[in-house]
């Protein structure tokens, strides 16, 4: 009998000490307001996926592009330093040697052009820039707008031409703002192939070719590349390699041999001189 007692007793004090330790929170009324993961009597799993799908839509969309980035894109910049080099010189250590000498180059025996002249070399490539500006956004304006799509359909067949043979494709095409005839051709050995044919870019329209200009280029690796320009009439060959070292700067090796054009000299009737030039140096892209 005591036994039973004792059992009894022992039994009353484990079940005491259970309820002690067992948290407040047990006993708590569940709280059944919203919260995360909650859903109301009427709302479905699938309608809380979708909507939670639109939120995470909407906080994804792109930032549209500047005014900038507009007018002068990826396409257009890529033209104009194509343009300013083959002007000015393919590498910033080509246009620092071929820039005219401020003080003395009256006396330069290697006559390159007064400051004067430059000048009015860099103004007449600030006029192809509003050209072509005007032409290519002016071409974009009618590819967009159903009223004008109809022209620019025809003027792409006037303007651009395109033949493919076997890996080989040819394409040819006339731009107005430059006054230049491009042939390129798209195959799986060289990254950049083209003849250019350049004429007078201050008249309008197809006239006499001044300059035949033949590229070649090939990207050796992500950040090794080389290239090779040839001119005609002038018989000018130049050669050019860049090592990119960041997304802006790089350095550059370049050779050129051949005639240069130095234009008409007091007492001298030879307007072009022949030479060979090695050059060293870095470029950097604004």
Known sequence: MKMMKVQAIQTALAILLIVVAMPLSAFA??????????????ETVAERAEVEADLVMISELPVEPSFNDRVFNEKLSREFRDRYEQKFGRTDAERIYYSPNRTTYYNDMYYQGSPQDLND??????D????????YHLEDYMKNDP????????????????????K???????????????????????????VRLQMNSGSFGPGPIQETIVTLGKTVTPTISVETYYIQPITRLSFVARKALSPVLSTTVSAVSGRRDIGATPGNDQTWITEDVYLLGFGYVF
């Open 147 to 166: 009223r004008g799509r109809v022209l620019y359909t025809i003027k792409e067949r006037v303007q651009n031409v395109g033949v493919q043979v076997q």
């Open 128 to 135: 192809y820039m509003i050209k072509r500006l005007a032409e």
């Open 121 to 126: 070399e860099r103004r007449r490539f600030g």
């Open 168 to 194: 080989f494709r040819f394409d040819a095409r006339y731009e107005i703002a430059g006054n230049t005839f491009d042939l390129i051709v798209k195959n799986p050995y060289l990254d950049n192939a083209r």
């Open 29 to 42: 009324k569940r709280d059944y307001r919203p919260h995360a993961g909650y859903l109301d009597e009427e």
